[in-house]
């Protein structure tokens, strides 16, 4: 070798001697065999092998190329030679005791005149890049199957309001066709008071760094259907401006239960029945207004409390096993208990007591639905008593009356038959007065 070429060949090293990637010569003889002619000390790290291990013979490197991939790296060599083309490869090396590699090669051949082909480049170690790749790409995944496992709808936008992406399974529950989303604002597809409450959510979420709850409506082809938001900013850096991820969830299902349930609330609460629940041991968990009315007590004094605060003395103990039983069992209870108001006036009630399920069956509460009975009870013991104070009054005109009839039965002369009609008036008339006095009675408060 000319001195001139061994000068160049002796800087080529110099230059090279620390770069970890391998600068090569990679040549195809006529015969179809590969050599490297010229090889930097960066062969050590990327094949394993020394510069003269190869300058005769492909072999070195051959035999450390993965086997899934030796295939593919000839096949790129010789497409490269056909159509001098430019080479490149990504692909991995097995050198013994160490672990699998990737190397990116990257070369230009050339023809020569001996009709050999040679390539000038590069191979560097991309392993590093390759396992961030695929923490990436398994990240893009992960990442993938959660916005598919999300149902609600997805948003970017920006603090102009402009929409920037969308994810969404469930296109109908959309306001417009998808490809009308992207660039443009949202107040311009929703209507203005779904805008205004985004407007508030984004606003909160400057001040507080998220934002959970807000609910707004569309009128979709579907009917009316409900949404709230949860937003939360995001930091792009390239790009200057705030933007937000924003959650719609359809909350539809749910604000229909949520009405049915403020129905069934408002009902309960302005019932003219006591309604009670209470934990398995009865004390009490809800109690509504008539309640509260109807006892005196306030909701803080009761809630948590048992219902023996109500006990009078007066209902017997067998009467309270049998009703603990019958509910235990999962069966309804009903009878009447004397109880006890806060300033110690006794009531009545009508009860009805039955146990609460759940999903599963088991019991978990207990209902009681009582009513105030005490004005029927008094209306009651004063009818008893007036039909007893009153009973003989009105038997004796009664009993005058059955007698003078059966007595004008007989054969009898007329002048007594003007005698017994004359006592058959007065006795008319005394249970007239009788039964009006009933009746006065009957009209007199309780």
Not at 49 to 59: G, L, R
Not at 132 to 161: C, H, M, W, Y
Not at 422 to 439: G, M, N, P, R, T
Request: charged share 30%; with cysteine; proline share 4%.
């Amino acid at each position: 070798m000319p001195t001139s070429e061994k000068f160049t060949e002796d800087e080529f090293r110099k230059l090279s001697q620390h770069v970890p990637d391998l600068i090569f010569q990679f040549t195809k003889r006529p015969d179809g065999s590969y050599y490297v002619p010229v090889a930097s000390k960066g062969i050590v790290n990327i094949f394993g092998c020394t510069p003269e291990d190869v300058k005769e013979s492909f072999d070195a490197i051959a035999k450390v190329l993965h086997p899934e991939d030796a295939a593919e790296v000839i096949e790129k060599i010789e497409e490269s030679a056909k159509n001098l083309s430019e080479f490149y490869c990504e692909f991995r090396v097995c050198i013994p005791d160490k672990p699998v590699q990737w190397i990116l090669s990257r070369s230009t051949p050339e023809l020569l005149k001996d009709g050999s082909i040679t390539w000038y480049g590069f191979n560097t170690n991309i392993t590093k890049q390759r396992k961030n790749l695929e923490k990436f790409t398994a990240l893009s995944k992960k990442q993938e199957a959660i916005l598919k496992a999300i149902p609600d709808l997805i948003f970017e936008v920006g603090q102009d309001r402009t929409i920037y992406e969308y994810h969404s399974h469930v296109n109908d529950l959309l306001a417009a066709p998808p490809e009308l989303f992207i660039g443009k604002k949202y107040n311009e597809i929703i209507s203005n008071e779904a805008s205004e409450v985004l407007d508030t959510a984004i606003l909160e979420t400057n001040e507080k760094g998220f934002s959970i709850g807000h609910q707004y409506s569309l009128e979709l082809s579907q009917g009316l259907m409900w949404f709230e938001l949860s937003v939360a900013p995001i930091q792009l850096g390239l790009v200057n401006e705030k933007r937000y991820i924003v959650l719609s969830k359809d909350i539809t299902e749910r604000k229909k239960k949520e009405d049915k349930l403020q129905q069934l609330n408002h009902a309960v609460e302005q019932s003219t029945a006591s309604i009670v629940i209470t934990d398995l041991d009865g004390n009490l968990e809800y109690v509504n207004q008539q309640f509260l009315s109807i006892t005196g007590y306030s909701r803080d004094e009761v809630i948590g409390a048992n219902p023996k605060i109500l006990n009078s003395g007066y209902t017997k103990k067998e009467d309270y096993k049998a009703m603990w039983d019958t509910i235990k069992l999962g069966g309804t209870w009903k009878g009447e208990f004397l109880n006890k108001k806060k300033n110690g006036k006794l009531f009545w009630e009508e009860v009805s007591i039955s146990p609460v399920r759940n999903e599963t069956g088991e019991i978990i509460n207990f209902l009681a639905i009582k009513t105030d009975i005490t004005k029927q009870k008094k209306t009651a013991e004063k009818l008893r008593k007036i039909a007893w104070n009153q009973s003989h009054q009105v038997r004796g005109p009664l009993t005058d009356i059955l007698g003078i009839i059966n007595v004008i039965k007989l054969d009898i002369s007329t002048e007594e038959k003007i005698d017994l009609h004359s006592q058959l008036e007065k006795a008319a008339k005394q249970l007239d007065e009788a039964i009006h006095d009933v009746i006065d009675e009957t009209k007199k408060p309780i």
